[in-house]
């Protein structure tokens, strides 16, 4: 069983991404003592959620900075648990729009080092603009098959996913837009050498904890 092999690897993890799990475990046992059954299942199924990164990234053999799997395990928790058991979209207008902003920001960063990871870390296999608009193509893609996503669920079951319907969906895809236009720049600001220190500290981290996968990489721009 994966959890029973990587359970070292588990307890190794950073601290506030087990108080997370341990919230969740106590929320969850506390739902069962109380018979409140859908809201256990949403505290399981958000601790499952929080392994998927760790787990596809050990099949993958890739290796995630800290802060990267520190800010998912924290998105899964806000998205999942605070938002839906505990209702938080509909006590905060703010939370929705921060969610979706954070994702698409996260997706275009994602985005950026997968676009270069396939050129193996060669800044000039392509120009820097293309580099770019690729991954901001890729995060605008997931946050539009999101809202299909939450259209399908609300369709099929009834859910209230989308609140107030086209309106909601389009504030959520103008905000992927501005989030993922961040991530992309700061990917072209990468590769010319420029851009805030915490990103540009982020892809040098990946990159180094994956050396295998960025085999042309040049640190230093020529």
Not at 190 to 199: A, D, E, Q, V
Request: hydrophobic content about 60%; glycine content about 8%.
């Amino acid at each position: 069983m994966w959890l029973r092999k990587h359970y070292a690897s588990l307890r190794a993890q950073p601290r506030l991404i087990q108080a997370i799990w341990a919230m969740l475990a106590i929320e969850f046992l506390l739902a069962l003592w109380e018979w409140q059954l859908a809201l256990a299942a949403v505290a399981c199924l958000t601790f499952l959620l929080t392994l998927v990164p760790m787990y596809l990234t050990s099949r993958l053999g890739i290796a995630l900075p800290t802060p990267l799997l520190v800010g998912i395990t924290i998105f899964i928790f806000a998205t999942i648990f605070l938002g839906e058991a505990f209702d938080f979209y509909s006590r905060y207008w703010w939370w929705d729009v921060a969610l979706h902003g954070t994702s698409a920001l996260g997706f275009g960063l994602l985005g950026f080092l997968m676009v270069f990871m396939l050129f193996e870390g060669d800044r000039y296999a392509a120009p820097h603009w293309a580099l770019a608009l690729i991954a901001f193509s890729f995060a605008v893609t997931i946050g539009a098959l999101w809202e299909i996503f939450e259209f399908a669920m609300d369709q099929a079951f009834g859910t209230n996913m989308q609140k107030s319907g086209l309106v909601d969906t389009m504030w959520d895809l103008v905000v992927d837009v501005i989030g993922a236009s961040l991530g992309a720049l700061a990917g072209w600001l990468y590769l010319i050498g420029r851009g805030p220190g915490p990103m540009r500290n982020l892809f040098e981290d990946f990159v180094a904890k994956n050396r295998r996968f960025y085999r042309k990489f040049k640190s230093q721009i020529k």
